[in-house]
């Protein structure tokens, strides 16, 4: 047996039971008391002392003799060049019935006007030809207000390529759903809908309303309930300070309402309003969301809900910001490379044309996107949460002058307790 010297991965975590579970591989093993203890105790390791168990930790990166930065880096950069995949988020319209006063988009009114719409389809339907994966996420405003123009752009891109991986999704505030829809949905293969509450009937209602309707809620819990039947509905639980006590009550009034749990997945978010809006409640700091996060995880499972740990867990990128290949398109075929971005001309990189094809109208700032590489911030590297996040959030990072811990995913402080909470309960 040869004299190989092997190191033990630095994105190990190691969980009771005797689990140990590897970020970059995102794979586990359970091991004997033993060899878990061997493992947590060393970092350096003789290839005689791994006899019989060596392939295994090997297959699962627990053990590892590669520079595993250069590992990360090459799975980041292949994924953030490959012009065989698209990921866009498609704002058909700006306009909302709601008025909700976090919104990024409180006082724009554009949509897809005709001409617009028919240059949108044919892009999208020339994209099929060059692609092997196309990611379409339909949002706004309230794209269910335009829902005729989104299935027929839908029906033309399959059509064009019945055997492409696609994936169709759309965030919708849930008031206009459908049993009609939702079959329309369903038979277009979306994978799924996101929609969005803010808490308890009374809570929501203070924060989600209409000109016309101070009760929304009932309309958007009815929605769930039909959209649940036939589709997967994931639901975003905006909290704050004044309902972060109401998680348990919402759930319970969704069995209520008989939804179907088996297609329910949550996850929990903080408001995080732009910058000029009014502040429509109290907000919660990450801080304080970090020790909560937990407790609704176990509410909702004790519930029989499925609880999103991480949305982009494996992901080899953040989010479509760092893929040169993915946009952000507003009603006027603006392009952007972030949705918080939408309406801002100094952050516009480029313009679908009226040829139909991207056109980069602001190469700088378009360059400048690309050019971030959570491998050259020294904080990322160091960080055992690299894996998962796959660095900082650019905007807010640059935004505040690049300090320590800004930028980071919420999960940074609190993503050991999470993995130790859910493989508890699979055991």
């Known amino acids: 047996m040869s004299d190989n010297i092997y190191i033990k991965s630095n994105y190990n975590i190691f969980l009771d039971n005797f689990v140990i579970f590897n970020l970059i591989s995102k794979n586990y093993l359970q091991l004997n008391e033993s060899l878990y203890s061997y ?24 053990i590892t003799q590669d520079n595993e930065l250069l590992t990360l880096d090459y799975l980041y950069n292949s994924l953030k060049f490959d012009r065989t995949k698209a990921s866009y988020i498609i704002y058909p319209t700006l306009t909302c019935n709601f008025n909700c006063n976090y919104c990024f988009e409180t006082t724009k009114k554009e949509s897809l006007n005709d001409s617009k719409t028919i240059i949108l389809k044919n892009f999208l339907t020339k994209q099929t030809k060059l692609l092997s994966e196309l990611s379409i996420r339909w949002s706004g405003g309230e794209p269910l207000i335009v829902w005729e123009k989104i299935k027929k752009i839908t029906e033309s891109i399959i059509k064009s390529d019945p055997d492409l991986k696609y994936n169709f999704s759309l965030a919708t505030n849930g008031y206009f759903i459908t049993k009609q829809i939702v079959k329309e949905l369903n038979s277009l293969n979306f994978s799924s809908l996101q929609i969005t509450v803010d808490g308890t009937r009374d809570e929501h209602n203070k924060i989600r309303y209409t000109k016309y309707d101070n009760d929304t809620y009932s309309s ?23 309902n972060v006590s109401s998680f348990d009550d919402f759930l319970l009034d969704l069995q209520n309402h008989s939804v ?5 997945e949550i996850f929990v978010k903080p408001i995080r309003p732009k910058q000029d ?14 020790k909560n996060e937990l407790a609704f995880y176990e509410i909702a499972k004790n519930k029989g809900f499925k609880y999103s740990i991480h949305p982009n867990f494996n992901s080899n990128l953040r989010c479509l910001f760092h893929h040169i290949n993915s946009f952000v398109i507003d009603p006027n075929l603006n392009l952007y490379k972030c949705a918080a971005h939408v309406s801002l001309n100094d952050k516009k990189v480029g313009i679908i044309n009226n040829s139909e094809a991207v056109e980069i109208t602001n190469l700088k700032y378009f360059i400048k996107t690309l050019s971030y590489s959570p491998i050259a911030i020294k904080e990322c590297r160091d960080c055992s949460v690299l894996p998962i996040c796959f660095g900082k959030c650019p905007l807010i990072w640059d935004d505040t002058n690049q300090p320590v811990d800004i930028g980071c995913i919420p999960d940074k402080v609190s993503y050991i ?5 859910l493989f508890s309960n699979e055991k």
């Open 417 to 421: 307790d999470k993995f130790q909470q």
């Open 260 to 264: 179907n749990n088996e297609n329910i």
């Open 277 to 290: 809006s009014s502040f429509c409640c109290d907000l919660i700091n990450d801080s304080d969301f970090n």
């Open 220 to 242: 958007v819990i009815n929605g769930i309930k039909i959209a649940s039947q036939k589709l997967k509905v994931i639901i975003r639980f905006n909290v704050n300070k004044d």
């Open 39 to 62: 493992l947590k105790r060393k970092n350096k390791f003789a290839e005689k002392d791994l006899e019989g168990v060596l392939d295994k930790l090997l297959n699962a990166n627990i």
